[in-house]
Each structure stands twice: as structure tokens, then as C-alpha cells.
């Protein structure tokens, strides 16, 4: 298995472990949000995860913050600097993914309609639904209409707060348009609420069962 990937593996973990101990100490919250988002913006012309392993491998955490901007007293002593680099780097990872998904959406759109599949998934990020970051946008191959399910941390309560709105991509390209949402965002606090409005969503926006 290349190193990159298994990183990238211990990349994901870091942050796994880095938010559940922050939702206890609402105090860290946003330092720690803060300093991750530096680091990943440090981290934002890196063009590959090979790249990017690369990176890791050959710096720290305090020449990644001193490239970053960061001044060593913005670092609270008692946070684990290794799991804010290790979280960093996940974002950074994610969003180069990002970059290439104009293509996967397509290959999802074309294999969904070779399948005849009335409906295709044409992004996905996060394994577990319950816990940030979740998102999920399955849209109409006929119409371009998407249903976009997302799950994020609530700040001022620390636990994992749900949300479902629909949009219109385009049907071809599955890309984003300059439009109104087709139905507003709504949040939940309750996955139970969340799932049912999402199936009725699906029913009526997507005309799926």
C-alpha cells in the first residue's frame, strides 16, 4: 500500500480524535477550528495527496504553523499538536479530492443512467452520517433536481446538528447553477426527524420510493 495512503488513514484518525476532546472544552473550539483552517490554507497549492504526504513527511507541526502565520502563543499548551497538523492535513486531503469531482460526478451520472437508475449519488464525503463531516447530494437524472444531506458540529452545544435542503444542479454535468434553493435548508437536532424528512423529501422532490 503507498505511504500516501496510509497517511491519509492517519490523517482521518488524528481528526477523529482531535473533535471529540474539543466538544468537551468549548473553549478550544474555535482556536482549534482556527488553527486547522491556517494550516489547511498553508497547505492549499499542494497539488496531489502523493504531494501532500510529502509534506507531511518532511516538516512539523511548528514549521507548517511558522509558514502558516502562525505565532507560537495562539497554540493553547495543553492542545495536542499533533492532532491539529493530523486534522489539517485530512482537510487539506479532502479538498483536493474536491477538485477532482467534476469527473467522478460524471462517471456517476453516465454509470447511473447505464444502470437506469432513476437517481445517482454524485458526491459523498464522511463514513458515518452521525458525525461531522457527513454530506451527501443525490440528484434526478432526469430533472437535475438534488436533495443535499449534511451533518455538522453545533458550537454552541458541541454535538453533531443535521441538515436537508434541494437544489437544482445541472442534469448533465451534475454542477451547481446560480439558483434558488428548491426547498429551504432545514435543521435537525434528531437523526430519527432527519431520516424521515429526507425520505419525503426524496419522494417529492426526486420522485423516488
Known sequence: MRESVLEAREWAEAEEKLYPVITV???????????????????????????????FRSTSFERDAAAAGIQQNEVPPDLNRDLVRGAAYALSAREIASRGTSS???????????????????WSEGDNELWPPYRRVEMSIGTGRAIVSSTELDPETM?????????????VTGASLDEEPLVPETSFTHPEEWHAAAAELRRSVLGAT
Do not use: M
Open 104 to 122: 467522478d460526478t460524471l462517471r456517476a451520472i453516465q454509470a447511473a443512467k447505464r444502470a437506469g437508475e432513476s437517481t445517482a449519488t454524485v
Open 25 to 55: 472544552r468549548p473553549d478550544l473550539y474555535e482556536v482549534c477550528a482556527s488553527l486547522v483552517r491556517a494550516l489547511a490554507n498553508h497547505l492549499s497549492q499542494v497539488p496531489d495527496v502523493d504531494a501532500l504526504a510529502a509534506t
Open 159 to 171: 454535538v453533531s446538528k443535521f441538515f436537508l435542503t434541494a437544489i437544482q444542479l445541472d442534469p
